[in-house]
């Protein structure tokens, strides 16, 4: 029996800062700078169990369990960039929930 863990921390995605009104006098259009989100740190974990099964002679069954976000943490992806807009800074998608495979495979 196996078991294997691996867990991922990374800070927030930057996002790009977009506007359509002209912040100073000159005659480029403006581009304000990219941005962090603040105080995020991405989860990323998994968690696998495998077993091995004999089977028949010279076959061996291998059944696998596999979890993704065991914490079923909230990972955001996409922030609102547009200074216009009444949610500017705040996220607008996030990764996938907790997710679990099993598995079964027989080698020969």
Partial sequence: MQLAA????????????STSFQLDADPFA????????PWVIRQEHRC???????VRRPSIGHGLLEM??????DNWLRYQGS????????????GPKRRQQLGFRLDF
Avoid: H
């Fill in 68 to 73: 993704f976000n065991v914490f079923n943490v």
């Fill in 30 to 37: 403006d581009r304000p700078s990219a941005r962090l989100a």
């Fill in 6 to 17: 691996i867990a991922t921390y990374r800070s927030a995605l930057p996002y790009s800062v």
């Fill in 83 to 94: 200074l216009q807009s009444a949610q500017f800074g705040l996220a607008l998608t996030e």
């Fill in 48 to 54: 696998a169990l495998e077993q091995d099964f004999p």
